[in-house]
């Protein structure tokens, strides 16, 4: 396979790569090391079914399976009558990491463009681990051993609004708001490399810093993670497919949807698979973190 970047800032595409054939556990193997180089890697111009982008998917790691047994969502503006779809929103969606509210950010999603409309909203990525690349040292050094708490609203899908926990209202129902702190520096478990563990969506605030301080901070490394050198923005085609690294890069929805038709498939997984096997990120995930704290 031929491997183009995208962008100085992130992502590559594959040419010469038939995604409806299986790899080999040679070119399995080719592909996580592009993974975990570009965080984001497009298939472009391919007749895909649903079957090939689970294929390719469960390159990277064991597909995850929700409790109903199904191992897709649907991220659509319209649904199949024609209408607005809010379930999962038209509104802005701001710049996030899938899951940090929970103790396990997932790994790697995909999507897969089923059907899009010329003038469709694109996606958005930023690249956290090169924003920590490229940050100076003394302000790296003051956020090696700071924690973030994330914060989410499971009874309200709002994705343009930032809680805080100061925010969350005293007459909230038991198990509406969900929240894990995480080190500011997080180590990934599928790569060497670390990435920053904060985004405009669902981090609260830093735990170890007063109030009148941790707002400061946690905007000075969102203009790190978000300046527009460190950003890829994705246009979407039907047939589309990428995948890309949920812990590495953040994205966003930057506008509201609309009605040009946005029909993407999203699948994702639970793990990772090494040259010694599974890395298995749901049931790691506690000594992982607990080591990395220890460390």
Same mark, same amino acid.
């Given at each position: @396979?031929?491997?183009?970047?995208?962008?100085?800032?992130?992502?590559?595409?594959?040419?010469?790569?038939?995604?409806?054939?299986?790899?080999?556990?040679?070119?399995?193997? !080719?592909?996580?090391?592009?993974?975990?180089?570009?965080?984001?890697?497009l298939?472009r111009?391919?007749d895909? %079914?649903?079957?090939?982008?689970s294929?390719?998917?469960?390159?990277?790691?064991?597909?995850?399976?929700?409790?109903?047994?199904?191992?897709e969502?649907?991220?659509?503006?319209?649904?199949?009558?024609?209408?607005?779809?809010?379930?999962?929103?038209?509104?802005?969606?701001?710049?996030?990491?899938?899951? +940090?509210?929970?103790?396990?950010p997932?790994i790697?999603?995909?999507?897969?463009?089923? !059907?899009?409309?010329?003038?469709?909203?694109? +996606?958005?990525?930023?690249?956290?681990v090169?924003?920590?690349?490229? @940050?100076?040292?003394?302000?790296?050094a003051?956020i090696?051993?700071?924690?973030?708490?994330?914060?989410?609203?499971?009874?309200? !899908?709002?994705?343009?609004?930032?809680?805080?926990?100061e925010?969350?209202?005293a007459?909230?129902?038991? #198990?509406?708001?969900?929240?894990?702190?995480?080190?500011?520096?997080?180590? @990934?478990?599928?790569?060497?490399?670390?990435?920053?563990?904060?985004?405009?969506?669902? %981090?609260s605030?830093?735990?170890?810093?007063?109030?009148?301080?941790?707002e400061?901070?946690?905007?000075?490394?969102?203009?790190?993670?978000?300046?527009?050198?460190?950003?890829?923005?994705?246009?979407?085609q +039907?047939?589309?497919?990428?995948?890309?690294?949920?812990?590495?890069?953040?994205?966003?929805r930057?506008?509201?949807? #609309?009605?040009?038709?946005?029909?993407?498939?999203?699948?994702?997984?639970? #793990?990772?698979?090494t040259g010694?096997?599974?890395l298995?990120?749901e049931?790691?995930?506690?000594?992982?973190?607990?080591?990395r704290?220890?460390?």
């Amino acid at each position: @396979m031929r491997v183009v970047p995208l962008s100085e800032a992130l992502g590559a595409e594959l040419y010469d790569f038939d995604i409806a054939r299986p790899c080999t556990p040679a070119e399995q193997a !080719e592909l996580r090391e592009h993974f975990c180089e570009h965080h984001l890697l497009l298939v472009r111009g391919q007749d895909v %079914t649903a079957d090939d982008q689970s294929r390719f998917v469960g390159n990277f790691g064991p597909l995850h399976t929700r409790a109903d047994g199904m191992q897709e969502t649907f991220v659509t503006n319209i649904t199949a009558a024609g209408e607005p779809a809010p379930r999962t929103g038209t509104a802005r969606l701001i710049w996030h990491q899938d899951g +940090t509210y929970g103790l396990r950010p997932g790994i790697a999603t995909s999507l897969w463009a089923q !059907e899009v409309a010329p003038d469709a909203v694109p +996606t958005l990525f930023a690249n956290a681990v090169r924003a920590l690349e490229r @940050m100076p040292a003394d302000l790296r050094a003051r956020i090696e051993t700071l924690h973030a708490l994330h914060l989410r609203n499971l009874d309200d !899908e709002r994705t343009d609004y930032r809680w805080r926990a100061e925010n969350i209202p005293a007459d909230a129902e038991p #198990g509406q708001f969900r929240a894990h702190e995480h080190p500011i520096v997080y180590p @990934m478990p599928h790569t060497d490399q670390r990435t920053i563990l904060v985004n405009e969506l669902l %981090t609260s605030h830093v735990v170890e810093l007063p109030r009148d301080e941790d707002e400061a901070l946690i905007q000075e490394l969102f203009a790190a993670i978000y300046a527009d050198d460190n950003v890829y923005a994705h246009h979407w085609q +039907t047939n589309d497919v990428i995948i890309w690294d949920n812990q590495a890069l953040q994205h966003c929805r930057p506008a509201e949807m #609309g009605l040009p038709v946005r029909r993407l498939r999203r699948q994702s997984i639970d #793990g990772w698979y090494t040259g010694d096997g599974v890395l298995h990120w749901e049931e790691t995930v506690v000594a992982f973190v607990s080591e990395r704290r220890a460390g």
